[in-house]
């Protein structure tokens, strides 16, 4: 009897009908096996390339496999098991054996030389959700210092935010470092499988009244530049955020100073060399903050139907002292720093001038003594000699401390300047209105 549609012949010599549905979910499960095990595979595999140090630290949810993929898995354990040689495990292959025979530049040489090319930042794009998680995060712990990690995605000249998560406040007995890569790591596990971007591209951190250009912000930015070519950090500041305005701007590491950096040569010769001044240490991107239709739509609809906000009462206050107050604190501070910095390279210039000036006695000595050696038929002495003490050179001692007092200096002047300006036309405009 010949088979009709749908029906398919068992070992033991019976039919079964196979419905159309029946078809329709085997191709179902099949796209779902793709999805569910391929994409994951993926992913684990571009991780492992983008951090090396942490490889094989990045667990996954269990995947239910069908019987279909289960069998052909035990075919090829069955295999290795006779042929152990022809299926062993073989490692990453290097950068230099993904090389192209052809064009002999390997995968990573090419994405490198793309990276090059690509074009400068301009502006950060930040959705609302990543800046109200920051404010939120930072007013909370106000007036402690906190930070946390920047996820999105970098797309030409435009870099984008699009979620954050907080790091853990650590105490003095807290866990050591490597819990806090394991916390990171497994944020970013959580954050992926619910379909959010878990690609890094910086860090916020909060400040008290604009005192963030430290040595420590310089390392921080550093370390993130070995793994991402284009890293900012959002500074927010609470307390200016009181005066009803929005503290928050993005900085980077200009390419000059970095480079300077990585010699950690500061000295005053390559800093001329690099033309780098004070004012070259960081670069500011512009902030765009952006939201999606639906979320203007219900922002439109939370809006409240009085035209006057709290933001706009907190502008009017008349009383800018404490802020003030403590911007001329913080400003003082900063100056005796530079005093001190100051100070050393007075003391540097001061040895060098001593030393130059031994080097010339000693030498005018050496050349009266060769004088006298060359009349007496001997051979000269050389005028130069490593082993005295006075020609041994001083190191001059390294500039990037007095740069960021500097450029720290200019950060309070600018905001007492701005604070003041704020306060006198507030008071020009009440003085109008009593008069009135």
């Not at 496999?65 to 990453?92: G, Y």
């Not at 007496?376 to 003490?389: F, I, K």
Request: aromatic content about 8%.
């Amino acid at each position: 009897m010949p088979l009709q549609k749908d029906q398919v012949t068992h070992r033991n010599g019976g039919t079964a009908v196979q419905p159309q549905k029946n078809r329709l979910i085997t191709a179902l499960m099949r796209r779902h096996v793709a999805r569910t095990m391929l994409l994951p595979l993926l992913t684990k595999l571009t991780y492992q390339h983008t951090f090396p140090q942490q490889k094989y630290k990045y667990s996954f949810s269990p995947i239910v496999v069908p019987s279909e993929t289960l069998f052909a898995v035990l075919s090829r354990a069955r295999a290795r098991k006779k042929n152990p040689r022809q299926h062993r495990l073989v490692p990453p292959p290097s950068p230099s054996a993904m090389a192209n025979p052809a064009t002999g530049r390997s995968f990573l040489q090419a994405m490198t030389s793309v990276e090059e090319v690509a074009p400068p930042l301009r502006v950060v794009q930040m959705e609302g959700l990543a800046v109200l998680k920051i404010i939120k995060h930072c007013k909370e712990f106000s007036p402690a210092l906190v930070t946390g990690q920047l996820l999105g995605l970098d797309v030409g000249s435009v870099l984008e935010v699009t979620n954050c998560f907080p790091f853990p406040t650590r105490e003095e007995d807290e866990e050591l470092e490597a819990d806090g890569a394991n916390y990171q790591l497994e944020m970013m596990r959580c954050l992926r499988e619910v379909n959010v971007d878990n690609n890094t591209v910086g860090w916020y951190q909060s400040t008290l009244l604009g005192s963030f250009q430290t040595a420590e912000l310089i390392e921080t930015f550093m370390n993130y530049q070995e793994n991402i070519r284009r890293c900012v950090c959002i500074i927010y500041d609470p307390s200016r955020s009181n005066q009803g305005v929005v503290a928050l701007k993005a900085l980077r590491l200009s390419d000059s100073f970095m480079d300077l950096y990585r010699s950690n040569n500061f000295n005053g010769e390559k800093l001329r060399e690099k033309k780098l001044s004070w004012v070259n240490v960081f670069e500011e991107i512009p902030i765009k903050v952006s939201n999606s239709a639906l979320i203007s739509a219900f922002m439109t609809e939370l809006e409240p139907d009085s035209p006057v906000t709290q933001c706009d009462f907190d502008r009017l206050k008349l009383s800018s002292a404490p802020f003030m107050e403590r911007n001329l604190e913080f400003l003082i501070e900063c100056m005796d720093d530079l005093t001190a910095e100051q100070n050393k390279f007075q003391y540097y210039y001061r040895n060098l001038s001593r030393q130059q000036a031994q080097q010339q006695v000693w030498l005018q000595k050496r050349r009266q003594e060769n004088m006298q050696r060359k009349a007496a038929g001997e051979e000269p002495l050389p005028e130069e000699d490593p082993s005295n003490p006075i020609f041994k050179p001083i190191v001059e001692p390294s500039r990037l401390d007095s740069y960021l007092i500097t450029n720290q200096i200019s950060n309070y002047c600018n905001q007492v300047n701005g604070a003041a300006g704020q306060g006198f036309s507030k008071l020009y405009l009440m003085k109008a209105l009593h008069e009135n």
